[in-house]
């Protein structure tokens, strides 16, 4: 799944912040049920005190050592920010989207729920912590989260899952329409989670096929069809399935469109239909906290806080996006983006923009280099 670089052994503690919810329950029980973490380490289950969920916490950690007490890691709760500690800690707590059929996806409404959770456990992280975790935001607006987290802990310790997810899915639908397993299919998805995904298609690789096979499989792929129209689509798509009463002919609907146009629509439509993909987000996840767990640098892609690293429509970001990078023990280090495509280049700066207007208002554009620290 991953491209691995030098790995070495190191054991590490993760918390989950919102153990409790749809997202955090699947994390811990992904984590045990492929022996992510040994039986050594600790998992944090984080719920809030004075909340439903503070009680429900010690009744989840109950339930975990009932469930798996022969391989299960040791566990702990905490119900306040300031009883966060973990070499990694999974932010899956806060609001969530709408599933209500029909009801769209209001990002500024989820900023405004969302932010004052980032803000509290990026500060007791920055005040008690020890300084090396790092942390994986899960909860959307995941740019908001890592950009508030990224301000107060250092931009290379914050990654956004949001953007392997996208890409999981993504080599899943182009491996689905060319009949392989999504072993075999590389490339990534930039940008935003959600309806402003950015398909790297020139990133696209098919194990087993050489570069000009490789091309002519992928321009089968898109048909003709270039991203330039991508964000036309998608909403066409979506107003097509609203329209749709049935759920399953809708599901249908969705598997003769192209991989790209699937990747950003079929999870749409999972919400729409009142389910969650709260099992898709946690196999992300603890991909992510895997390899962290292992020691090894993997190659992935990831929302993360930009300071000129890389160039988009001409320009060095400066502020949140998903990309492609290194991630390892410490955090996330290179950027893997070279120079795209015109259509590629275009969306993704469309992408870069909005995300900034989402997260403007709560933080400063970059440098996420916390007061009296080197980004070096």
């Known amino acids: 799944m991953f491209d691995t670089l030098a790995p070495y052994a190191r054991n590490m503690d993760v918390a989950v912040i919102g153990a409790t919810g749809a997202v955090g329950r699947q994390v811990c029980t992904q984590l045990i049920e492929r022996r992510a973490l040994p039986t050594t380490a600790r998992l944090q289950l984080v719920g809030r005190r004075g909340g439903s969920s503070a009680a429900a916490t010690h009744g989840y950690r109950a339930d975990l050592i009932d469930a798996y007490d022969e391989i299960a890691p040791l566990f702990d709760v905490a119900l306040d920010p300031d009883e966060v500690v973990a070499d990694v800690i999974v932010v899956a707590s806060g ?10 996806v209001d990002r500024a409404a989820l900023a405004r729920a969302n932010h004052a959770m980032f803000a509290a456990y990026a500060e007791a992280l920055a005040e008690h912590g020890s300084g090396d975790e790092v942390v994986i935001v899960v909860t959307n607006p995941v740019e908001l989260g890592v950009a508030t987290m990224a301000a107060r802990l250092g931009r290379h310790r914050v990654i956004g899952m949001g953007a392997w997810l996208d890409t999981l899915r993504f080599r899943r639908e182009i491996a689905h329409s060319l009949g392989v397993r999504r072993q075999r299919i590389g ?4 940008g935003q989670h959600g309806d402003d995904a950015v398909p790297l298609w020139s990133s696209v690789r098919i194990r087993g096929l050489v570069e000009g096979e490789r091309d002519r499989t992928v321009a089968g792929l898109r048909a003709g069809r270039d991203l330039a129209g991508f964000p036309a689509e998608i909403a066409a798509a979506q107003a ?7 759920s399953g002919r809708a599901f249908a609907m969705v598997e003769a469109w192209p991989p790209d146009l699937r990747t950003v629509t079929r999870p749409w439509l999972t919400h729409q239909s ?6 898709g987000t946690a196999n992300a996840t603890v991909d992510l906290i895997s390899a962290l767990a292992d020691g090894r640098e993997i190659v992935t892609a990831g929302q ?3 300071a000129g690293e890389t160039r988009v429509a001409g320009r060095p970001v400066h502020g949140v ?20 495509p015109p259509d590629e280049d275009a969306l993704l700066a469309g992408a870069a923009r909005r995300i900034a207007a989402t997260v403007a208002p709560y933080v400063p554009a970059g440098p996420y280099v916390p007061e009296g620290e080197s980004d070096e």
């Open 321 to 340: 996006l998903g990309v492609p990078v290194v991630l390892g023990p410490e955090g996330w280090g290179e950027v893997l983006l070279g120079d795209l």
């Open 304 to 306: 993360v806080a930009l």
């Open 240 to 246: 097509e399935l609203l329209a749709q009463q049935d």
């Open 95 to 104: 609001a969530t989207l709408g599933t209500k059929p029909g009801q769209p």
């Open 274 to 279: 009142g389910a969650r993909t709260a099992v």
């Open 187 to 190: 490339g990534f998805i930039a």
